[in-house]
């Protein structure tokens, strides 16, 4: 929104009691009969009531003023200003991925039946993904392994889980010892609706869509517009040689699977120079591993504070355009866990020993959480 400053610089909120004095004045000045203008009375209330409807107007007026330009627009104001330059908000998007089935003995025929839910546990809000099958799979007898085609309940980027996240099976599998989500189960990334800021971004720099030839913010922006991209980073600096171009993305789940990369790839051609070479490629991912040690009071109940704390890193981790990516701080997560757990006399960060810092190129994901809890 437009700063207040300027709203009432241009269109100012009239004081209420200015203005009631000031009709009163003029009532007076015309001649008009009636002379009780005390609080309670009807013509003080009728005066009220056109004073308040003038102001709302004019709250109005200021509203709309605001959202008549791209820098200050938001919500649905700012998809119309979009459609004047020819840019539509990013929709949501479902997180598909592989789950892994594992089962010990295999003397028997199994069938994983398409439309089953598998979910997680609930974390810290009391809330669970769910992800449904969407094919029938079948287990042979002497195969002890198998993977699932799964699909978000819901569109989000919240469903872009960590490894090891997804255990259980809403109906009983008998003959199923394991269910896990293994590294790199992703293969389609889910996403948010576009924000007002993202998409605002993308917006002011159409203008960089009008050069001839495609600039880095060309590029860009043509990229970050295809659903499931967080940031597309070009390198125009001849990085394999004169005439390349390297187009990094970062995805909301991290590392982009090959499906998004086939998508950045189709929509970069299309503006591609005659002599450019493109190379899209995705940001790669860091796992790291965290091992905390909590200390709480000795008579305090522990259950579900393990969950919690998981929950809490986990949520640390998740991929936004406010996180900075690469770098891991160990006294954010410290923070994160005493302001959610404020049984806590003590937290401990054992791994990582320190901070993080990585390059541009690297996306920090969340590994295995080991929690102890100690007495105090």
Not at 175 to 196: F, K
Not at 338 to 358: M, Q, Y
């Amino acid at each position: 929104m437009m700063s207040e400053k300027v709203l009432d610089g241009v269109i100012p909120i009239p004081d209420r009691d200015g203005l009631k004095d000031e009709i009163i004045s003029e009532l007076e000045a015309e001649g008009f009969s009636i002379n009780n203008f005390n609080s309670g009375g009807i013509f003080f209330t009728i005066i009220m009531i056109f004073i308040q409807i003038r102001i709302e107007l004019v709250k109005l007026l200021r509203t709309v003023l605001s959202n008549m330009f791209v820098s200050s627009a938001d919500g649905i104001w700012l998809d119309f200003k979009g459609a004047d330059y020819s840019k539509k908000r990013k929709e949501a998007t479902k997180t598909m991925g592989n789950l892994t089935l594992k089962r010990t003995v295999a003397t028997t025929n199994l069938k994983i039946a398409k439309g089953n839910v598998f979910k997680t546990e609930k974390d810290i809000n009391g809330e669970e993904f769910r992800f449904v099958s969407t094919e029938d799979v079948f287990l042979a007898k002497n195969i002890l392994s198998t993977e699932v085609l799964v699909e978000a309940e819901r569109e989000g980027i919240k469903y872009n889980l960590p490894s090891g996240q997804i255990k259980k099976s809403l109906v009983y599998i008998e003959g199923i010892d394991e269910i896990v989500n293994e590294g790199g189960w992703v293969t389609r990334e889910g996403s948010d609706v576009e924000s007002d800021e993202m998409f605002r971004g993308r917006i002011l720099n159409s203008w960089a869509e009008l050069a001839a030839y495609p600039i880095s913010g060309k590029y860009r922006t043509v990229c970050e517009a295809v659903p499931g991209v967080l940031f597309a980073t070009v390198d125009d600096m001849h990085p394999r040689g004169q005439g390349t171009v390297d187009i990094i993305i970062t995805s909301t789940a991290g590392e982009a699977t090959q499906i998004l990369l086939d998508e950045v790839k189709l929509e970069a051609e299309k503006i591609r120079a005659p002599h450019d070479n493109l190379l899209v490629k995705s940001a790669q991912a860091v796992t790291q591993n965290v091992s905390v040690s909590i200390y709480i009071p000795i008579l305090t109940d522990v259950t579900g504070i393990e969950n919690k704390v998981v929950s809490i890193i986990a949520d640390a981790f998740k991929m936004t355009k406010e996180r900075k990516l690469n770098e891991l701080y160990i006294a954010d997560l410290i923070f994160a866990l005493k302001k959610e757990i404020s049984i806590l006399r003590n937290v401990k960060i054992t791994t990582p020993a320190g901070d993080v810092i990585l390059q541009n190129d690297k996306v920090i994901v969340l590994g295995s959480v080991t929690v102890i809890i100690e007495r105090v």
